[in-house]
Each structure stands twice: as structure tokens, then as C-alpha cells.
């Protein structure tokens, strides 16, 4: 009996071998350098490892040195301000940008389209160092801009500051990203059928009902699409604080993430064992986050449907 | 009364039209200042109020790039980091997304389904470590193989060739191909390939600009300046010669470039790969 089904499952196994070879590049590929370098890395959570000497076992210490640590501390506190405020002011403005231009534009949409999605081709990288010369403590736009206004030459030193630095990161999220969630609710505006707005019109309904009671709900799928996907880059956000600080975390870490501790502990401490710790610790945050998404969502569903 | 009204919506559209035409000025002022900056002198750019319009001092400020390392050598090094990988990336997706929209049937089909799915909410961010000392063990720190090979196995352009695949190429097609004798993949290669040809490009572009992108993997595997893509030797231009703003700009401005060019070629493409991610 149990011979004919694996009989079975050999003679199908034969008949689609082309499934097998179609996954192999990607199966392989993966499994070297994704698979193995994963679980490499949860051995070298619970080890204390400087890649030269024999790694030595010790249990949870990399967990809890790392919530001991207050430089840490301030990295998840850093990471949580500016994902939240990046987060919430790319998604409300190209909220706001997609309806206005949905609704009103009658004609260029294609320019808006395009002209709110060009940041996004430049690297965070790039972007951060375009920023840091217009914010330049003595002679960047900003201070002579401020000079011209007040009388006197402002000497403002932006980027060292730790009131405004993690402002200026989110500022550059925000100028990356807004297009493309403004094209991601374009779309989602493009399937909402028009003849319900007609009827709430004809039924004398405000725009700014129609808008919170007609489209934010309608628009709920892309909204979450959009939430998530900035949550999930948000953890991990490395890019715009290193370069915009040089690599240091601004003055007293100011606005050093958790991806950047990550990178610090591993690549000038050399303790690699803590980075792995570290990077279980994005993931458990990642896994938390799409969990409780996903939950909200069903739940969304199902009151939707009821 | 009507046509009051009209008239009222009109002139309400075109207010609304006018400020967010300039409110997208504000948003590529940083760009096209970064352009103007790039052919201006020091002097210039230290000037109040700032120069709006090109100047002619875009050879001195390349000479001054030169004097640090050779201008074209990013975009060189990003070129050969960005084109393989994507074409390897492009083909091994559109392989898989191939496998598992054909052979729903096939053992194993579920599990590897499940699994590309899962890899979406892997956080790069955990194999950063680990990769590195993998790559040292390989002895591939410092060149671009560790940029180029393992970065072709990517579960989001698995998933994409599959959502593709699947909404494009009926069932049937691949019975008529199996009826003129054609095996599994030769049906791929001869028979689905040139039908996929507008998903392959979306793919390709949305990869080709986040490779030229990226910055951290870069960061870790490149040591040597001679091989550092764009985003790094910019930084570490930015960071020793900060001083000479105009040179910086061109740099950027020269980093930008091929970015830009692609995009305006192929902007319908990527476009259409950022919305069918979010139809899901």
C-alpha cells in the first residue's frame, strides 16, 4: 500500500521532473547563501565570536548584554521615532497628494506621476549627501537662507544637532518615498467604482465626508499594503542615518538604529556574535509586526462582510 | 445657476491644480539644484542669494573629481555589479515563477511555495553577518562576486514571475505546447518566455535601479576604493571633500545619470512593477 503511493509519487515526480529543474537555480542559490548564512546566524547568536579566535559558548549573554546596553536602548527608541514619524507623514501626505490629484487634476496627471516618483530613483545614499550640503553648518543653503531672513549669518550646525537630526532623516524617507505610495493609491482610487461617488454627490454628501467615509475605507487594502511595507523598511533603516552622520550615529547617537548598532558591533567591534543577537531581534520585530497586520486585516474582513 | 457652479469647480480645480504643481517643484528643487550646483564655482555656490542658473565651471569641477579617483569608475563598477546580477535575476525567477505556476501538482510544489512566500518577511538584515564571514571563508571579500551571484535568488522576483506567469499564460497553452512535442523547458524557453517579455522588463528595471541603489552590502564586501559602486564612492567623496561642494554635486549628478536615463526609457515598466506588487 505504501509502496504503491510512493510508486506514485516517484512516476509523478518523473512526469514533472521539469518542475525540479525550473526551481534548482533558485533552490541552490538560496540555500547557500540565504538558508545556511540564517542559521549560521542563530548558532552565532548564543556564541562569543571576533571571526579570529575558537567561538566560545554563552548562552543568552548576547540577548541580554544587548538590552543592558544603553547605546541599544537609544537605538530602538531612535528606530521606533523615526519609522513612526516617517512612516505616518509619507503615508498621509501621498494619501493626500493621490486623492487631490485623482480628483481635481484634469489634466498633466502623468507629470504628478512622475515627478513625485523621481526621488525615489535616487539612492538613500546619494539623497543623504545631497541633504547634507543644503543643511552645511557654514555656508549650506539653509544657514544662508536663515542669514538673508534675520540680518545676521547663521552658523547653525543641523546635522550635529541632536534636536534636528532624526527630523532630517525622516525628511528624507519622506521625500523618497511619498511618490510611490502616491502611485500604490492611485491605483487602488482607479478600483473604486465611480458610480458611488456619483450617488453620494447627487445624495448631497460633503467632500470630506466622501473622503473619510467613501474612499479611507474603500482604500483600506493599499493603506495596510502601504503601512506594512514602510514598517518593514523602517526596522531596518541603515542607509539615510549613516551617510547623513558619516557613519557615527550623530552627536551622542542621536540618531543611531538599530540596523546601524547592527553594523557597529559587527564591522568596527568585531563581535559578531552580538550583531547576530541584535539581528534576531529585527526579526522577531518583523515577525510581531506581520502577524499582528495580518490579524487586523482579517478581522477588518470580516467586519466588512457582516 | 449651473453653470455658476461649474465655473466655481473650475476655478477651485485649477487653484488646487497650481499649488500642487508647486509643491512637485519643491520636490525636485533639490535635484535640479544639485545640477546647477555641479557646474558652478565654490564662490558661486557659497553666494546669497544661491545661483539658480547653470555656470561654466563644470570642467574644473571635474578635474578636481579626477584629482581623487576616476570619474567614470563608480559607474563602471556599478555596471558590472547591476547588469549580470539582473539578468540572472530576471532568469531564475521567471524559471521558478515558471515551476510553480505550471506544476501545481508536482510533490514538493507546496512546500516550495510556502517557503518563496516566507522568504518576503525575512529581514535582510538577519544573513548580513553571516554572509560576510561566508564570503570570507570563499575568499570573495573585496571583488563583486558576493553582490552579483547570491543576490539572484530572490524570493520577491520569484513571487512577481509567479503572479505573472499565472495571469498571463492560460492552461491550455502549455497542453498544445506538450501536444506538438515540446518538453517542459523548451516549453519555458521557445513558448513562454516571449509571451512574458513585458514582465521580465518590469522585473528587470525595478532591479537594475535598486542594485545601482543599494549601499550596505556594498559597504560591507567592497573595501578597496577602486572597486566601490556609486553610492560609496560618493560617500567617501562627500566625506573628504566635503569642502568642495561643486565637485561633490557633479559626482552625484554624474551618479544620477544613468539612473534617470533608464527611467525615462522604461518609466511605463516600472510604474507598472510598483502597482502590480500592490494589487496583492
Redesign the interface.
Known sequence: MALGRTGKTLRQMRRDNAFYLAMAPFVVIFLIFSVFPVLFSFYLGFNQWDGFSEPRFVGFENYLRALNDPVFQKAIWNTIYLWFWSSVVTVTLALGLAVLVNEYVAFGKNWFRMVFLLPLLVAPAIAAIILRVFFTSSGGLVNLFIGSITGTPSYFDWLGSQEWIKPLVALLVVWRWTGWYMIIFMAGLQSIPRDIYEAARIDGVGRWAIFSRITVPLLMPSIAFAVITATLGGLQMFDEPYVLTQGLGGTNNSTTTIGMYLYATAFTQFNFGLGSAVSWYIFAAVVVLTLSYRFLNQRMREGAGA | MRKLLANRERR??LA??IA??L??LL??L??Y??SV?ATRSLQD??S???PFWYGDNIVRNYQNIANVFPPFRPIINSLIVAVPKTIGLV???A??G???S??G?????RF?LAM?FA?L??????????????M?AFGWLNTFWPLI??A??S?FG?VWMYTYIGSTIPKELYEAAEMDGA???S??FFVVLPIIRPGLAALAVWTL?ST?????LPL?VLAEGSRFT???A??ML??TH?SD?PA??LA?LM??VP??VL?ALL?RQF?AG??SG???
Open positions: 477651485i480645480n488646487i491644480t500642487l504643481f509643491l512637485s520636490f525636485v533639490p535635484l539644484w544639485t550646483f555656490v557659497f546669497f542669494p544661491p532568469l531564475v525567477s524559471l521558478a515558471y515551476g510553480l505550471r506544476y501538482r508536482a510533490p514538493g510544489h516550495l518563496t522568504t518577511f525575512f529581514p535582510p538584515t538577519l544573513a548580513l553577518i553571516p554572509f560576510f564571514l561566508q570570507s551571484i547570491p539572484m535568488a524570493g520569484v518538453k517542459g523547458l516549453t519555458f535601479i545601482w541603489n543599494d549601499f550596505q560591507v556609486v553610492p560609496l560618493l560617500t562627500s566625506t566635503y561642494m561633490v554635486m552625484t551618479g544620477l539612473v534617470f527611467f518609466s510604474i510598483l502597482t500592490a494589487v496583492k
